[in-house]
């Protein structure tokens, strides 16, 4: 009797062993984040529309082996390689001044995530190639302030994931990024929102978005601002909102 109970003991353990492996633990970095956002701009006039959207990629997440996340004998590992993408839903932007401080504020929005391990957008401007292959997760995450001064933003933001899937990484392993981070997200961001990415010439790259074939779409033409930061798993399930996705099943349940 006491060895089949060590046994169990030990079967346990190692059960729980696994599983922590898989989780990442409360406070730290689960994703690492590098992201353009899509300011709109009147197509004709380059007047601020108002909206935007982002366009990201990720170049760590706990959990999955970073040659994982890039296609299968990348040599670089960026957004031209990358397999694991996702993009905002279409948010509004408005502003304060503070001194010689302007915060800008977007709404809540969505983060879906998509998986699409044979493929990758040609360039940042590829916005549909970003939201391409299969829908993997979404967060739902709330109304986020960049504060910039000296021409450097920082903004903080967070929330629950709402919906997530299992995936097949190569090797055959399945995963699920709602599993990995369980407590949601919480994104630390660094941008220059008054910097536009720019073209040989010197002027702004004006990408346009208003015929978007994916699921999400600006509707207008952009200027591009990059940002980066690390997500943090900031929570543990039992503290998400309701402890349930919109559809009324457990998130920490199989999808």
């Known amino acids: 009797m006491k060895k089949r109970a060590t046994g169990i003991l030990f079967a346990a353990l190692a059960s729980l062993t696994s599983a922590s492996a898989q989780v990442v633990p409360v406070g730290a970095t ?7 956002f899509f300011a709109g701009i009147n197509c004709t006039t380059g007047q601020p529309t108002g909206f935007g959207t982002a366009a990201l990629y990720f170049p760590f997440i706990a959990g999955i ?3 994982y996340l890039f296609r299968a004998g990348a040599t670089v590992f960026d957004q031209t390689t990358a397999v694991l993408t996702a993009v905002f839903s279409k948010g509004s932007l408005t502003q304060s ?3 010689n401080i302007t915060n800008t504020l977007l709404s809540p929005i969505q983060v879906s995530y998509y998986y699409h391990p044979n493929s990758s957008p ?3 401007t590829d916005f549909d190639a970003f939201q391409a292959g299969t829908l993997v997760a979404t967060y739902q995450v709330q109304e986020e302030l960049f504060s910039t001064v000296n021409g450097v933003s920082w903004g903080i933001v967070s929330g629950p994931f709402v919906y997530s899937a299992n995936f097949v990484l190569p090797d055959g392993t399945q995963t699920n990024l709602r599993k990995l981070m369980p407590g949601g997200i919480t994104v630390t961001t660094i941008a220059a929102l008054g910097t536009f990415v ?9 990408v346009n978005l208003t015929t978007s074939t994916g699921p999400f779409t600006l509707g207008s033409c952009a200027v ?9 798993n900031p929570a543990t399930p039992g503290s998400k909102q309701g402890g349930r996705d919109k559809s009324g099943e457990n998130p920490d349940a199989d999808q």
Not at 30 to 36: S, T, W
Not at 224 to 232: D, L, N, Y
């Open 30 to 36: 689960g994703q690492g984040i590098i992201a353009r």
């Open 198 to 206: 720019t073209t040989s010439t010197g002027a702004p790259q004006v």
């Open 65 to 67: 082996p970073q040659p």
């Open 97 to 99: 001044t503070n001194f």
């Open 122 to 124: 040609k360039d940042w």
């Open 224 to 232: 591009m601002i990059p940002f980066s930061g690390p997500g943090f």
